[in-house]
């Protein structure tokens, strides 16, 4: 396994039993395309009550998003892998602003080798699901044939979708 997955204990609901989510994920980043692992229907490791034999199902407006992508970043069909997230952010902001930048960056001639240190962070307050990240941050380092390296860093929100539905006020 190239990534190693961080992660953290936390209450959810009223129930007081505790769950898990991961915070990070570090490790070597493949210079090229690994082979993808077969999509399974794995849920979040955030969705997973502690004794409890089924997860929750994913919270409103979120699918299954992969921290690390299946698609040739060497990411695992694991719950540790996989995290609530709104769908069109996992299909946009995610993918343009973090894993086509791994692609675009890592499996290009020239890299020697690259590793990555992507952090989670999660709203524990009332105002937030804490099953699900309100952003994402990274640092990539790489290193070049010619001896040269790089630092790439970046952060960005995972902000909850607009209501599609806002009720009269009456005003």
Do not use: C
Not at 154 to 165: G, I, N
């Amino acid at each position: 396994m190239a990534y190693k997955y961080f992660t953290e204990s936390f209450r959810y609901d009223v129930e007081p039993k505790k769950r898990k989510r991961p915070i990070r994920v570090a490790g070597d980043v493949p210079t090229t395309p690994d082979k993808s692992p077969v999509r399974e229907d794995i849920m979040p490791l955030s969705l997973h009550e502690e004794g409890k034999f089924s997860p929750d199902i994913l919270p409103h407006n979120t699918v299954r998003g992969h921290l690390i992508g299946l698609d040739s970043l060497g990411g695992e069909e694991d719950p540790d892998n996989i995290v609530p997230m709104y769908g069109a952010f996992n299909l946009s902001t995610y993918k343009t602003k973090f894993e086509n930048v791994l692609k675009g960056t890592v499996q290009v001639s020239g890299v020697e080798s690259a590793t990555l240190d992507l952090r989670i962070k999660y709203g524990d307050d009332d105002n937030s699901d804490p099953r699900v990240p309100i952003s994402f941050s990274y640092t990539l380092k790489v290193s070049y044939l010619n001896a040269t390296g790089k630092a790439y860093t970046d952060s960005f929100p995972h902000p909850a979708p607009q209501a599609a539905f806002v009720p009269y006020d009456g005003s």
